[in-house]
Every structure is written in C-alpha cells, then in structure tokens.
C-alpha cells in the first residue's frame, strides 16, 4: 500500500517516537536499527525535515528528532511528501472515466475503502499506533534503495 520510502519514513518516525529523552538520534543508528540503508533514510529524513515533521541539529551532538508531538502528528503528515494518500482516485479497473455517473464495476466498493483509507492515514497519529522498537524490527524488510521507488 506504501511506497518503499514512505514506510521507511514511517518506521522512522516511529523510532523517534518511541524515544523517550527527546535527545536526536543519529541516522546511522536509527538505519541500523530498522535495517535501512543510512544514506538513503539520510535524504527520507531529510525530506520530513522540510515538511517540519522532524527537526535536525548537526554536529556531534546531532541527528534527527520529531518536530512535532507525537499526539499532534497524523500519520498523512508523514506519509504525505512520499505517497499521494489523499488524492483523485483513478479507476480502480483502469477506465479513463469513473465516477458516480459513470461507474465502473468497482467503483462503489472501491470508493467506500479509499475514503477508508484516507480517514486513517488523516486521523490516526504517531501516537496511535506507536509500537516497541522489537515491532518496529521483527521482519523489517532488507530492501535495496533502488526497490524504494516503487509505487503503492
């Protein structure tokens, strides 16, 4: 359902959030533990830097941080700069046009779970659906970069 990067940028948050001293976390270490390539988590978080979903300081003493309470951060906020959640749903068979007056097959059942879809990803928080850094690793897929860009 998520690209690639997205659910690296999620795992990630998620780690951040699972810290409890709010100190930043180095990428290095935030890759190792989730099993993601440092460089490639280095531009994803770098990314969620812009959109202001986590905050960066350099130096010895740096790494990365979430910017924004986990409370007060929905989970489209995270996925959002890497995957189009919230968008014009294409038909779900293909067809150039579907909509309520032109429907295809698919169209009502697939309509009622995209809405689905897009209420979780804008209600649901960080904090929602924290877990333990075990959850977050256990069968953490080992994916090369190159397979980050494929599309949900």
């Known amino acids: ?28 270490e ?11 988590l280095s531009k994803t978080l770098n990314t969620l830097v812009r959109a202001r979903v986590l905050a960066s300081l350099r130096g010895p003493h740096g790494g990365f941080r979430l910017a924004v309470a986990a409370e007060d951060l929905p989970l489209l906020r995270v996925v959002g700069p890497f995957d189009q959640i ?3 749903r294409s038909c779900l068979l293909g067809n150039p046009e579907c909509s309520d007056r032109h429907a295809c097959a ?8 995209a809405e689905k879809v897009q209420e979780f990803f804008r209600t649901t928080t960080i904090a929602d659906i924290r877990a333990s850094d075990a959850t ?6 080992r994916t090369s970069p190159s397979r980050a860009r494929r599309s949900a």
């Open 1 to 28: 359902m998520l690209s690639q990067t997205a659910e690296y940028a999620l795992r990630a948050v998620l780690y951040l959030a699972n810290r409890d001293d709010g100190q930043p976390v180095r990428v290095d």
């Open 30 to 40: 935030i890759g190792a533990a989730l099993g993601i390539p440092a460089n490639y």
């Open 86 to 88: 919230v968008q014009r």
């Open 106 to 113: 698919a169209h009502r059942a697939w309509k009622e779970t």
């Open 136 to 141: 977050l690793t256990r069968g953490a897929p």
